[in-house]
């Protein structure tokens, strides 16, 4: 096992009920910005709940974050939390609008010009403190340092972190997933599957107890999207779909082992110039992730194969193909799709995304050994 520091801030308020909990979790006599996206929250009665547990005192409102928030718009946040003295956020909404809202607590407090911060030319070294309610589970950003933000007039999609922009809290309601779209709950479960396998499928690095946490993730999801589809409404699949979401990408799984994340920084590519929700492109490139690295990962790909899908067979090439074509049938079995002509992107897509790679110099995979070359390689296969 590698060595490793692990520390994780983030007080969880889990449950049915819990927004009420944000009368005693949020700082009294500060200046609260709520922050939050297109409008589900009032449609759903969280924006209501919120509302009424929040202490008599200044509470001003930023709406409009977008899924895949744009830093344009969080900048006007931005200018709003300066003018206004903000001391605290509150992000309420799903993982776009936590990431957003990370980012306004990291600029807000940062002098330069702030498109350092999501391109990493920056470190951030404070943010203004902020609380979280989720609706949406997938990305894990409720329990880490975690965001993602993009540029729509350069295209680009980059991810940042940084101790500060932990959450001091996050309440987790499930019945505030009620009213997910099957596609976005669909998308959270692509997205939690694939922050686990990114984490566990690369080498065998003597960890088997991070091993097996990463099994248990997996194959909870399994069961429970099955579930999720047949009874959207049931309370317990929706909070074993919540937690398993969280659990992904807190940082617990990643201790001491190799981590790839070849898979999603294609994806954000994907996102970037074609749109694609997050989930959808993790869904379209993992495939070919692993199919390009199958000797690499093969030892991996067959344990998960045994362990967590229940194959049966000798560990090769075979056995681990099988677990490869399991997993793309599965995505598939959530309704979504696996191929980029699907989505309707043309033939000069790998090569597109493979240069703009390229050009920032990035090598991906746990072993570094994807370049231009072979992320288009990857992409050809996903036409
Ligand atoms: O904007 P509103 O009106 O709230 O609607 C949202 C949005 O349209 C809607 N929604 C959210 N909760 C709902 C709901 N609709 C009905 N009922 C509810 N309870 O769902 C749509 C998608 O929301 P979004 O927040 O974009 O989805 P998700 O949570 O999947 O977040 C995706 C973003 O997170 C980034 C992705 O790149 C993407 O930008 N990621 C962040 C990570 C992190 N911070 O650690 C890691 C991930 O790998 C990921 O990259
Ligand atoms: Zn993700």
Not at 15 to 26: F, M
Not at 121 to 148: H, I, K, Y
Not at 192 to 209: G, K, N, R
Not at 355 to 377: H, K, Y
């Amino acid at each position: 096992m590698q060595n490793f520091s692990y520390h994780n801030p983030v007080q969880i308020v889990f449950g049915a009920n819990t927004i009420a909990q944000l009368a005693h979790l949020i700082p009294q006599q500060q200046r609260i910005l709520l922050t939050y996206g297109q409008g589900s929250i009032h449609r759903n009665g969280v924006y209501a709940q919120v509302k009424k547990a929040l202490p008599p005192h200044t509470v001003l409102e930023f709406s409009g974050l977008e899924a895949n928030p744009r830093y344009e718009t969080c900048l006007k946040a931005v200018e709003l939390c300066r003018r206004e003295k903000v001391d605290f956020i509150l992000a309420v909404g799903g993982g776009s609008v936590l990431d957003g809202s990370k980012f306004i607590a990291a600029a807000t407090l940062f002098e330069g010009d702030p498109w350092a911060i999501p391109t990493r030319q920056a470190v951030v070294e404070r943010a203004l403190p902020l609380g979280c309610v989720l609706t949406l589970p997938a990305t894990g950003s409720e329990m880490n340092g975690f965001s993602v933000i993009s540029r729509d007039e350069i295209q680009e999609k980059h991810g940042f972190g940084s101790p500060h922009l932990y959450p001091r809290f996050a309440i987790l309601d499930p019945c505030t997933t009620y009213s997910l779209e099957q596609r976005q709950v669909a998308n959270g479960i692509v997205d939690t599957f694939v922050h686990v396998t990114e984490q566990y499928i690369t080498q065998p690095a003597q960890a088997p107890l991070q091993d097996r946490q990463a099994e248990a993730i997996l194959a909870t999801l399994l069961e429970e999207a099955v579930k999720v589809q047949a009874m959207p409404q049931d309370y317990g699949v929706r909070a074993n779909l919540m937690w398993c979401a969280t659990q992904g990408l807190n940082g617990l799984i990643g201790c001491g082992v190799p981590q790839d994340w070849a898979t999603h920084l294609i994806g954000h590519e994907l996102t970037a110039l074609y749109g694609l929700d997050h989930g959808q492109s993790l869904a379209v490139v993992l495939p070919g992730v692993w199919q390009f690295n199958m000797q690499r990962k093969q030892a991996k790909l067959c344990q998960y194969a045994r362990r967590v899908l229940q194959l049966s067979g000798v560990d090769g090439t075979e056995l681990a193909g099988a677990a490869i074509a399991y997993t793309e049938s599965f995505f598939r079995s959530l309704g979504v799709k696996t191929r980029l002509s699907e989505y309707g992107i043309g033939t000069d897509a790998p090569d597109r995304v493979a240069q703009r790679l390229q050009a920032r110099q990035v090598r991906l995979g746990e072993e570094a050994n994807l370049g231009g070359e072979e992320i288009a390689a990857i992409l050809k296969m996903r036409l």
